[in-house]
C-alpha cells in the first residue's frame, strides 16, 4: 500500500515522538513558511491544492482562509476536534498517533491568515487526548517550535487545548465558539461567518483536525502532487472511518474516489457473520440511507458523486448496516441521538425530534400503525429547512431516505 | 478568596492563562470539570465560587451544567461507566453489552450499585465505533476509554477498583 | 445619512433605511409578520422561526452586472430554495418578500403546531389568556384537530416563582429567550438562564435572592405565552375585564409613563381598584420599560392604613372631624401665623399643588420651600436637557457624566439610557466614590473621596465632546454639599449641554419650577404646614423644632411621624386619584389622569390649599388641576404656551407596540393619552441661588454619608406586600478594616447613634468597596441622616444574644 499522507505513524513508528517526527522533516514546513514564505504564499498553495474541509462540509479551505478580515485583530485559529459525528473515529487517530503534523497544520494555517493564538477544540470525552496533546505542546514550546519570535522571525504563536463537556452540537463551528467563550454551545446565526466574526468576536479559522493535519504535506509536496491524489471533483486523500458489521471496521486513508466496494470488501475485509448487506450509511448519523444495490457499491466516493445517490459524504463515517437490522430500528438509534443532542435553540428541531423519538418508538415497538409512519414523515419534512442549524436537518436525513427506501421494514412492523 | 481559589490556587492561574485576560470566562469549562473532580457533581457553593473568578453571574454558571452531559449536578456512584449505545456501537452488540453487564451488577441503566461505587449509564457516540463495545469512565482521575469490552473485562476492572477504594 | 432601500412586501412597495430588518420593514408598512423570539428593543436570534417568509432578490447578470429583466420588462426576481426568517435577514434592494404564498402559510402553520406539541392548553385559566401571542397565532395558524397525542406532552412544574416577584410556569415556555435576552441585553443582570438542553430546556435563576434584577416585572410583558407572570397579578383578572387609565409612576424623577389596569374587585368590597402597572410607551422617557418599583409599589393606594378623615387633636389625641371644621381651624391659625407660616412641600406632589401652596403661603404673608435635601433645580432649569441634547440623541462624540449618583438605584430608567447612549458611542464618565453598576458601561472612572466632589468634576475632560449630558446626584451629599456639585456641573457642562438633577421625588423640578426651594430655616416657623412630607420621619432630630411651633398642620396619606405631632391631619388623595401635572428631571412635563376614586374623604392637595385659601381669603382654584394649569403657563417661566391639551398630545412611535399583534412589542402599552412637553433650558446664567460652598468633610473618626437605595423603607413601597421581602433592612456600609476596628463583624446587629440622635438598631454591612472611615447609611430607612454627620456605633445587646 501506498505511503501514508495523514495516518504516517502506520509507516513511521514513533512518529508521536518529537525527534522521529523531526528526523522526518516535521516542523521543516513550519519554519520554511514562517522564515520564508509570505503567509498569502502559504493560503494560495493550499487554494491551489483544491483541499476541502474534512468536519463535513467541504468547503475549501484555501479560499475560507482569505475571508479573514484584515480590518479586525487579532486573529484566531481554532481546531475543531469535537468529532461527535456517530461513526467518525479518525480525529482521535491522528492526534492521539501522529500527534506533530496535525499541530504542525495548525502553525501553519496560523501563520497564514496572521493569528498569534490558535485553540484545539476537543470535545469533553477526548480528555486522555487532550492532556496527551498539552503535553506534546510543552515540548513544542521546549523545542522553541512555539513561543515568541519563532526561528529569529517576529511571528510568536501559542497553541492551546479547550476541553467541551459532552454535546455533538459543539462541532458545529458557531456552537463551538461559543462553547469555548464559555456559554452554552447553541450555534450562532449567520451570517457573519467566523472569518468576519468568530471567537470573541475576532476574525477566526476554524478547520477540522484532519482538514489541518493535510497542511504541512501539501506545502512539502506541492499542491499538483495534492491535485494528483483523488478525484477531479474532491482532491487529495481522505481518512474513511468505517464501522458496523464489517469484519475489520476502523480507519482507512484512501483516496477520494475508492468506491464503496472497495472500502467495506477489500480493506473493511467485508461483511461480518454471513451477512448480505443491507444499507450504508456514508456520513453518520446525518447520512441518508443508501440501498446497498451493486450499483450504489460501485459508486466512487467523493462529494459529487455521493449524491448522486441522494446522500452525502460528510465526514466520510461510513456505517455499514447488514439485513439481520430492520431499519425502524436504526431510526430509533438516529433519532433518539438527535433528540439527546439537539441544542433545543430552535423550534423545529427542539419539538421535531422529540415529536419523532414517540412515534418512531411507537413503530418499533410495534405499538404503530400505518397512519404513524406517514405522521413520521410529514413531521421530518416538517423540520426540513426551517432549522437554525444544520443538525436539525441532519436530523431527518435518515428518517424520510429510510422509510422511503426501505418500506417493506416498515409495512412489517405496523399493525395496519 | 474563595473555597475553590484556596484549594487550587494554581491550577486555576494555569487554566486562566490559557485564554486572554479579559475573556475568563473561557475557562469556565474547565473549573467546573475542577470542582466536580472530588464529589463528582458540580455543588450550589462551586457554582458560586466559580462565578466570583470568571466574575460571570452564578446562574451563568449553572446553565452549563445542564447543556453539557459531563456536567453533574446531583452525586451519583464514585465511578461512572459510560457505555456507548449508539447507532454504530449498537450495530456491533453494545445493547447487548450494556444489558448483560447491568443484570451482572444487578442494576438498571442509570443506577448505580449498593455499595456506591459504580453507575452505569449508556451515552452517545464516543469516536470508537471500530472498538465497540466499549465505555468511558468518570472519576475522580478524568476521563478514560476502554475498548473492546467484555462483561468479564469489565467485572476485573470494577474489583480493581474495589480494591482500590 | 443612511441610504433608502426600496422593496416590495406582500405586493406593497415600501422605502426603508438600510440596515432594516425585513419583518420591522414590513410593520412600518402595517403587515404583521408573526414572531415569538424577535422582538424589536433586543438583537435578533432567529430561534422561534415563526416568521418565515418567502424572499426573493433581482438577478444580476454575473458579466455585466446589469438587472436581468423578464420579458414583460419587470426585474427578474429568485427566489431561495428555502423559506428565510424576516427577523434576521435586512432589506436589500429590490428585494420581494411574500408572506402570503401556500408555503409560507403552510410553514407558520408548521411552526405553531411544533410549539403545541408541548405547550398545555390551559387558556381558560392563564393570567396570559386574552393578550397572548400564541393564543392569537394558533388562531390564525394552528389547526384544530392535533395529531399529537396528548398524553405524550412534556409535563413540567406549573407554579415556580423564580424570586418574589415573578413565577415561571415551565410548561407554557415556549423557549423563546427573550426574557434571558431582556435580562442580559438591556438589563445587563444576567440572572436568568436556561438548563438542559433540547425538549428539556428550561428557565432557571440562581441569583440570591432569586431573579435578583430592579427589572424583573418587564420580563412578564415580553414573555410572549403566559409562562412569566407576577406574584401579584397572576390569578389577578382576565385581561379583557380590566380597564386602563394613563398616569406617571411617582417613585423617582425620571417620569415613567404607566397604564394602570382596573377593576371592579369584589375583595375590595366592588370598589374599582388597579389590578396592576403596566409600561405606556413613551420613547422619550421609559421606552417600553419601567422597574419593578414603579411596577408594584402601587398598592399603597389601596392601603387599609390610608387616612381617610380629617384629624384634630383633642385633649392630646388625634380625633375624627369633619372637614369643615377642621378647615375652619386651620385657615384660623395660618393666617394668625402671618409671617411665622412657613409651608413645607415635599417633591412628590404635583405642580398644581405646589403652585396653589406657594400662592396660599405667599397670600397670608409666610413663605413657602421645598422639603429636600438637594439642590440645583434652578440651574437645571437654566440648562436642562432640550430637543437637541436628549438622553435618546447623544451617542458617538458626545457624553454622559454622571457624578454623586448610583444610577440604577435612584433612577433606573436614566441608568437604561445613559447605558444605552454608551452602546450608541457616547463616553460614559462616572464620577463617584465607590463603584456602582453603571461603571461596567463607562470610558472613565473618576473616584475621590467623599466631601472631595468638586475637586473630582474639575479633573473632568470634556473637551472633545460635542453634547454633554451631566447628572448629579445626592450620594453623600447633604444640601450644601448638593449645591456645590450642581455648580461644578453646571460649569462643565455649560455651552455643550443639559444638566439633569437626580431628584429623590418625581416632581422635586417642578417644585423648583414653581419656585420652591430648599433650606428654608425651621426654627422660626410659628406655624407649619406640611404636605406631602415627612420631616420627622427623615430626621426624627427634628421633632423638637416642629412640636416647637403653635401650630401644625400635616396634609398626608398616612400618619407619618410628622402626622402624628400635628394639631390637624388632613387626609390627601393618592396621585392616582386625581388628575395633574409632574415636571420630570429631564424637564418634561407631563399629565397624569384620575386611575381610581378617591379613598374616603380624601382630598387633592390643591384641592385643600384652595379651600383653606377660601377660609383665609385668598383667591386660589380649587376644582380643576386644569383651571390652575393656565395661571402655571402664565406665570411659571418656560411653560408659556403649554396647555392639558398639548401635554395630551401623542404622535407615532417606533417600535410599533400593543395594537392587535401583542406579539411584536409585548403587552406595554400603546401611548394615547400623551407625551408630554419638553421644557427649553431658560438660558440664563449659570448660578445658583442656592449657597455653593464645596462640602466640607468633618473630621471626625468616622464620617456617616447617606445614600440611596430603590427599595427603602418609605412609607408607599412599604405598603406593598409584594415588595415586601425585597425592601433592606436598615444597614449601614463600612469596610471591612473599619469594621474591623470597631469589632464588628459582616451580618451583626449595631446600634448605630448619627450626630447625637437616638441610637437606632441596624445591621453593618461589609463592603471593600467603601472608603475607608465612612460609613454609608441609606435614607428613608429611619436612620437620620442628612448630610455627612459624625457618627458613632456600638455592638448592640442583640448582638451578643
Ligand atoms: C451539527 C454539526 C456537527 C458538526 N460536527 C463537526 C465535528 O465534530 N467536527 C468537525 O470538524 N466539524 C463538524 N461540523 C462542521 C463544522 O461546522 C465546520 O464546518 C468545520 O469544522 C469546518 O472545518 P473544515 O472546513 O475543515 O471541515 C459539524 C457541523 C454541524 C452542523
Ligand atoms: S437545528 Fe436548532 S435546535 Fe437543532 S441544534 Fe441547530 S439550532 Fe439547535
Ligand atoms: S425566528 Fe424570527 S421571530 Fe423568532
Not at chain 1, 430492520?326 to 422529540?354: A, M, Q
Not at chain 1, 414517540?358 to 416538517?382: C, N, P, W
Not at chain 2, 473568578?53 to 454558571?61: F, G, L, Y
Not at chain 3, 438583537?43 to 452586472?65: H, I, K, N, S, Y
Amino acid at each position: 500500500m501506498a505511503e501514508h499522507v495523514l495516518l504516517r505513524h502506520r509507516d513511521i513508528p514513533d512518529i508521536n515522538q518529537l525527534d522521529v517526527y523531526q528526523k522526518d522533516g516535521g516542523f521543516e514546513m513550519f519554519k520554511k513558511a514562517v522564515t520564508a514564505m509570505k503567509p498569502e504564499e502559504v493560503t494560495d498553495i493550499v487554494k491551489a491544492s483544491g483541499l476541502r474541509g474534512r468536519g463535513g462540509a467541504g468547503f475549501p479551505t484555501g479560499v475560507k482562509w482569505t475571508f479573514m478580515d484584515n480590518k479586525n485583530w487579532p486573529h484566531y485559529v481554532v481546531a475543531n476536534a469535537d468529532e461527535s459525528e456517530p461513526g467518525t473515529f479518525k480525529d482521535r487517530e491522528i492526534m492521539e498517533s501522529n500527534p506533530f503534523q496535525f499541530l504542525e497544520g495548525v502553525a501553519i494555517s496560523s501563520y497564514a491568515v496572521g493569528a498569534n493564538a490558535a485553540y484545539v477544540y476537543c470535545r469533553g470525552e477526548f480528555w486522555q487526548v487532550a492532556h496527551y496533546l498539552d503535553e506534546k505542546i510543552a515540548e513544542m514550546e521546549t523545542a522553541g517550535l512555539l513561543g515568541d519570535k519563532l526561528f529569529g522571525s517576529d511571528y510568536s504563536l501559542r497553541i492551546y487545548t479547550h476541553l467541551g463537556a459532552g454535546a455533538y452540537i459543539c462541532g458545529e463551528e458557531t456552537a463551538l465558539l461559543e462553547s469555548l467563550e464559555g456559554k452554552r454551545g447553541q450555534p450562532r446565526l449567520r451570517p457573519p461567518f467566523p472569518p468576519s466574526f468568530g471567537l470573541y468576536g475576532k476574525p477566526t479559522v476554524v478547520n477540522n483536525v484532519e482538514t489541518l493535519t493535510n497542511v504541512p504535506k501539501i506545502i512539502e509536496n506541492g499542491s499538483d502532487w495534492y491535485k494528483s491524489m483523488g478525484t477531479e471533483d474532491t482532491a487529495g486523500v481522505k481518512i474513511f472511518s468505517l464501522s458496523g458489521c464489517v469484519n475489520k471496521p476502523g480507519n482507512y486513508e484512501l483516496p477520494f474516489g475508492t468506491t464503496f466496494r472497495e472500502l467495506i470488501y477489500e480493506h473493511g475485509g467485508g461483511i461480518a457473520n454471513g451477512n448480505k448487506i443491507k444499507a450504508i450509511m456514508a456520513a453518520g448519523a446525518s447520512s441518508a440511507m443508501i440501498v446497498a444495490t451493486d450499483e450504489a457499491l460501485d459508486t466512487p466516493m467523493d462529494y459529487a458523486s455521493v449524491r448522486t445517490l441522494k446522500a452525502d459524504l460528510g465526514s466520510a463515517s461510513v456505517i455499514v448496516i447488514d439485513d439481520s437490522f430492520s431499519i425502524d430500528w436504526v431510526l430509533n438509534k438516529t433519532i433518539h441521538f438527535f433528540k439527546h443532542e439537539s441544542c433545543g435553540k430552535c423550534t423545529p428541531c427542539r419539538e421535531g425530534n422529540y415529536w419523532m423519538s414517540h412515534i418512531i418508538e411507537r413503530i418499533h415497538h410495534g405499538e404503530g400503525s400505518s397512519f404513524d409512519v406517514e405522521l413520521l414523515t410529514k413531521v421530518a419534512y416538517q423540520i426540513q429547512n426551517k432549522c437554525l442549524c444544520a443538525l436539525g436537518e441532519f436530523s431527518l436525513q435518515a428518517v424520510v431516505s429510510g422509510i422511503e427506501r426501505f418500506p417493506q421494514d416498515f409495512e412489517a412492523k405496523v399493525n395496519l | 478568596m474563595n473555597k475553590l481559589e484556596e484549594k487550587y490556587a494554581d491550577e486555576i492561574q494555569k487554566i486562566l492563562a490559557k485564554y486572554p485576560p479579559e475573556e475568563k470566562r473561557s475557562a469556565v469549562m474547565m473549573l467546573l470539570y475542577m470542582a466536580q473532580r472530588e464529589g463528582g457533581y458540580v455543588s450550589n457553593h462551586d457554582i458560586n465560587d466559580i462565578a466570583e473568578i470568571v466574575e460571570i453571574t452564578p446562574t451563568e454558571v449553572a446553565t452549563l451544567i445542564g447543556f453539557y452531559t459531563l456536567y453533574h449536578d446531583k452525586p451519583a456512584g464514585k465511578i461512572r461507566i459510560q457505555v456507548c449505545n449508539d447507532l454504530p456501537c449498537a450495530l456491533r452488540g453494545a445493547d447487548k453489552f450494556l444489558g448483560e453487564l447491568c443484570d451482572a451488577l444487578k442494576i438498571q441503566p442509570g443506577e448505580t450499585t449498593p455499595d456506591g461505587l459504580v453507575t452505569i449509564e449508556p451515552v452517545m457516540c464516543l469516536a470508537a465505533c471500530d472498538k465497540a463495545p466499549m465505555f468511558q469512565v468518570q472519576s475522580s482521575e478524568g476521563l478514560e476509554y476502554h475498548e473492546n469490552m467484555t462483561v468479564e473485562s469489565t467485572q476485573t476492572l470494577i474489583e480493581s477498583w474495589k480494591e482500590k477504594n | 445619512m443612511t441610504k433608502e432601500i426600496t422593496l416590495t412586501i406582500d405586493g406593497q412597495q415600501i422605502t426603508v433605511p438600510d440596515g432594516t430588518l425585513v419583518v420591522d420593514a414590513a410593520k412600518r408598512a402595517g403587515i404583521d409578520i408573526p414572531v415569538f423570539c424577535y422582538h424589536p428593543k433586543m438583537e435578533p436570534v432567529g430561534m422561534c422561526r415563526m416568521c418565515l417568509v418567502d424572499v426573493g432578490r433581482p438577478v444580476f447578470d454575473r458579466a455585466t452586472g446589469e438587472a436581468v429583466l423578464e420579458e414583460d420588462g419587470s426585474p427578474k426576481i429568485q427566489f431561495g430554495w428555502k423559506l428565510e426568517t424576516a427577523c434576521t435577514v435586512p432589506v436589500s434592494e429590490g428585494m420581494v418578500v411574500d408572506g402570503l404564498s401556500d408555503k409560507v402559510q403552510q410553514g407558520r402553520e408548521d411552526i405553531v403546531e411544533f410549539l403545541l406539541t408541548s405547550h398545555p392548553l390551559d387558556c381558560p385559566i392563564c393570567d396570559k389568556g386574552g393578550e397572548c401571542p400564541l393564543q392569537n397565532l394558533t388562531m390564525e395558524y394552528g389547526s384544530s384537530d392535533s395529531r399529537f397525542i396528548f398524553d405524550e406532552k412534556m409535563h413540567a412544574a406549573k407554579n415556580v416563582p423564580l424570586g418574589d416577584l415573578i413565577w415561571l410556569d415551565r410548561e407554557r415556555c415556549i423557549q423563546c429567550a427573550r426574557c434571558i435576552r431582556f435580562q442580559e441585553e438591556i438589563a445587563d443582570d444576567p440572572v436568568l438562564e436556561f438548563f438542559n438542553r433540547g425538549r428539556a430546556t428550561d428557565i432557571i435563576t440562581n441569583s440570591e435572592p432569586g431573579f435578583a434584577s430592579y427589572w424583573s416585572g418587564n420580563t412578564t410583558d415580553i414573555c410572549p405565552v403566559g409562562a412569566l407572570t407576577t406574584a401579584d397579578f397572576r390569578f389577578g383578572a382576565r385581561p379583557w375585564e380590566l380597564n386602563q387609565a394613563a398616569s406617571l409612576c411617582n417613585h423617582c424623577a425620571v417620569g415613567c409613563n404607566l397604564t394602570y389596569n382596573t377593576r371592579r374587585d369584589a375583595k375590595s368590597g366592588g370598589d374599582i381598584i388597579i389590578k396592576r402597572a403596566m409600561p405606556r410607551q413613551n420613547e422619550q422617557v421609559n421606552e417600553l420599560w419601567i422597574c419593578d418599583k414603579g411596577r408594584f409599589a402601587y398598592h399603597y393606594v389601596n392601603s387599609s392604613d390610608r387616612l381617610t378623615q380629617p384629624l384634630i387633636r383633642k385633649d392630646g389625641q388625634l380625633s375624627p372631624a369633619s372637614w369643615e371644621e377642621a378647615l375652619t381651624l386651620v385657615a384660623e391659625q395660618l393666617k394668625n401665623a402671618g409671617a411665622g407660616l412657613l409651608t413645607l412641600a415635599g417633591g412628590r406632589l404635583p405642580n398644581e399643588d405646589l403652585f396653589n401652596l406657594k400662592k396660599l403661603s405667599e397670600g397670608l404673608g409666610g413663605t413657602a420651600a421645598l422639603h429636600s435635601y438637594m439642590a440645583g433645580g434652578d440651574l437645571v432649569a437654566q440648562m436642562g436637557i432640550s430637543d437637541t441634547v436628549n438622553l435618546s440623541t447623544v451617542g458617538a462624540g458626545d457624553a454622559i457624566v454622571v457624578v454623586a449618583s448610583d444610577l440604577e438605584e435612584e433612577a433606573p430608567v436614566w441608568w437604561l439610557r445613559a447605558k444605552q447612549a454608551a452602546k450608541r458611542g457616547a463616553k460614559l464618565i462616572v464620577v463617584n466614590p465607590r463603584p456602582t453598576k453603571t461603571e461596567r458601561h463607562a470610558t472613565e472612572i473618576i473616584r475621590y473621596v467623599y466631601g472631595e466632589e468638586v475637586a473630582a468634576i474639575e479633573k473632568v475632560d470634556l473637551d472633545d465632546a460635542k453634547k454633554v449630558v451631566a447628572f448629579f446626584g445626592s450620594e453623600g451629599l447633604g444640601l450644601e454639599g448638593s449645591a456645590a456639585v450642581a455648580q461644578a456641573c453646571a460649569k462643565l457642562a455649560a455651552g455643550k449641554g443639559a444638566l439633569v438633577g437626580v431628584w429623590p421625588q418625581a416632581n422635586t423640578q417642578g417644585a423648583w419650577d414653581m419656585g420652591l426651594r430648599p433650606g428654608a430655616d425651621l426654627s422660626s416657623a410659628k406655624a407649619f404646614y406640611i404636605a406631602g412630607a415627612d420631616p420627622v420621619g427623615d430626621n426624627p432630630a427634628l421633632a423638637e423644632i416642629v412640636q416647637r411651633a403653635d401650630f401644625v398642620v400635616v396634609q398626608e396619606l398616612f400618619l407619618t411621624e410628622t402626622a402624628a405631632l400635628a394639631d390637624v391631619v388632613l387626609p390627601a388623595q393618592a396621585q392616582q386619584e386625581r388628575e395633574g401635572t409632574f415636571t420630570s428631571g429631564e424637564r418634561r412635563v407631563q399629565r397624569f389622569y384620575p386611575v381610581v376614586s378617591s379613598k374616603g374623604e380624601c382630598k387633592a392637595d390643591f384641592a385643600i390649599a384652595a379651600k383653606i385659601g377660601a377660609k383665609a381669603g385668598v383667591d386660589l382654584k380649587g376644582r380643576f388641576p386644569s383651571l390652575i394649569f393656565p395661571q402655571i403657563c402664565a406665570e411659571v417661566a418656560g411653560y408659556a404656551g403649554l396647555s392639558y391639551a398639548k401635554l395630551a398630545e401623542v404622535n407615532e412611535q417606533w417600535p410599533i407596540v400593543s395594537r392587535g399583534d401583542l406579539f411584536y412589542g409585548g403587552t406595554s402599552y400603546e401611548n394615547k393619552q400623551g407625551l408630554g412637553v419638553q421644557l427649553a433650558p431658560l438660558g440664563v446664567e449659570h448660578t445658583s441661588t442656592a449657597a455653593a460652598t464645596p462640602a466640607t468633610v468633618l473630621q471626625a473618626a468616622f464620617v456617616a454619608v447617606p445614600i440611596t437605595r430603590l427599595y427603602d423603607q418609605g412609607k408607599l413601597v412599604g405598603a406593598s406586600d409584594v415588595l415586601q421581602p425585597r425592601l433592606a433592612q436598615p444597614f449601614v456600609l463600612v469596610n471591612p478594616e473599619d469594621s474591623q476596628k470597631l469589632k464588628s463583624t459582616d451580618g451583626m446587629a449595631v446600634s448605630l447613634s448619627v450626630n447625637g440622635s437616638p441610637a437606632i438598631d441596624v445591621v453593618v454591612r461589609e463592603d471593600d468597596s467603601v472608603p475607608q472611615g465612612f460609613a454609608l447609611v441609606p435614607r428613608s430607612m429611619g436612620i437620620p441622616i442628612e448630610q455627612p454627620s459624625e457618627f458613632t456605633f456600638g455592638i448592640a445587646e442583640s448582638a451578643v444574644a
